[in-house]
């Protein structure tokens, strides 16, 4: 059993998805990287179904599946998204759950759970979108756009009612050094962003950098586990980083960080209101564990990519059974 706040978790590559032999299943069924509705009535992953054999995760099929499972029912629907990929691509609810934003092909477009479009913004300044994410008010959202020479970092609001833009405007410049991977918003006025050359920094809306943190470069492409994943819990404010060699725990209001995971992860989630940390090692084990990753409870093999509910009254896991099988399986918590 785990018993230390400080581990080493051996590191086992696994075939998930492999070319088939003759008795090989004709198709295989995936789930990949679920997402809670804010309120946590359902979770939406991305859906792959397809002739078994190996799969490219940068193209792997000319458009995209989202697989919605309800909460109290556990009724699970397949949504086509034909103009949008769901595998592996970032994509964020609204504070409401109405709308799911996908940020592709130069537009941030917005569907409601029936895959029906809602809004394509295709800003007329502050560059290419290449991340974004709402704020909590329910009226604006933080985007990421990209011109040949820099990043411009934009807020742009919108009506709701009709889903339509109603303003955009530039907050800062920021020189374009390296790549940007992953931004998640710190508070009211500010973000942390994740470079590809290791470096995560947290601005203020205006530019001043407030904090920085050095991390291992990562290796792999798959942009949900380069994930920032801020937490806040009484006073505290911390943002968690997964990166090679674990995870850091990075107290936001005194700029320390302190690793509190050593090993292989692959991926995570914090749950601040239940003081409560889940995480994927490279085995295939899933743990529930404190705030700082002390181990408590091991969930499950081959429960991946776990996420907490925002409502705090679940996990969703894909639960792979095996190289051909998912389920998108919803623990309750008590």
Not at 25 to 30: G, L, N, Q, V
Not at 112 to 133: H, K
Request: aromatic share 10%; hydrophobic share 35%.
């Amino acid at each position: 059993m785990l018993t230390f706040r400080r581990l080493f978790l051996p590191i086992l590559t696994l075939a998930l998805l492999s070319a088939c032999s003759e008795d090989d299943p004709a198709t295989m069924r995936h789930y990949f990287n679920p997402l809670w509705t804010p309120d946590g009535s359902a979770v939406v992953a991305g859906y792959l179904e397809a002739p078994s054999g190996v799969v490219d995760a940068d193209n792997p099929v000319s458009s995209g599946e989202l697989a919605v499972r309800d909460f109290d029912t556990g009724n699970l629907r397949i949504v086509p998204m034909p103009d949008v990929q769901t595998l592996h691509r970032l994509y964020d609810f609204d504070p409401s759950g109405q709308a799911l934003a996908f940020t592709q092909n130069g537009s941030i477009r917005l569907y409601d759970l029936q895959g029906q479009l809602l809004l394509n913004y295709q800003p007329a300044e502050g560059g290419e979108p290449q991340l974004m994410q709402f704020t909590n008010t329910g009226k604006s959202f933080v985007w990421i756009g990209g011109t040949p020479g820099n990043y411009s970092v934009n807020q742009s609001t919108y009506d709701m009612a009709t889903w339509t833009v109603e303003s955009e405007f530039p907050m800062m410049t920021l020189d374009k050094n390296a790549s940007i991977i992953s931004m998640v918003l710190t508070g009211q006025r500010s973000v942390a962003i994740r470079w590809d050359d290791g470096e995560v920094k947290e601005y203020d809306f205006t530019g001043a950098e407030l904090n920085s943190l050095t991390t291992v470069p990562f290796t792999d492409e798959n942009p949900w586990q380069h994930r920032l994943v801020y937490a806040t819990r009484s006073q505290n404010r911390w943002l968690y980083v997964r990166d090679q060699e674990g995870i850091y725990q990075f107290d936001l209001e005194t700029g320390e960080a302190d690793q509190i995971l050593v090993g292989h992860v692959v991926d995570f989630d914090v749950q601040g209101e239940r003081a409560s940390m889940v995480y994927e090692t490279g085995t295939g084990d899933t743990w529930l564990a404190t705030l700082d990753a002390t181990p408590l409870t091991r969930i499950g093999p081959q429960n991946l990519m776990p996420r907490f509910s925002p409502a705090a009254n679940g996990i969703a896991t894909i639960e792979r059974l095996d190289a051909y099988t998912d389920t998108l399986r919803i623990q309750r918590l008590k």
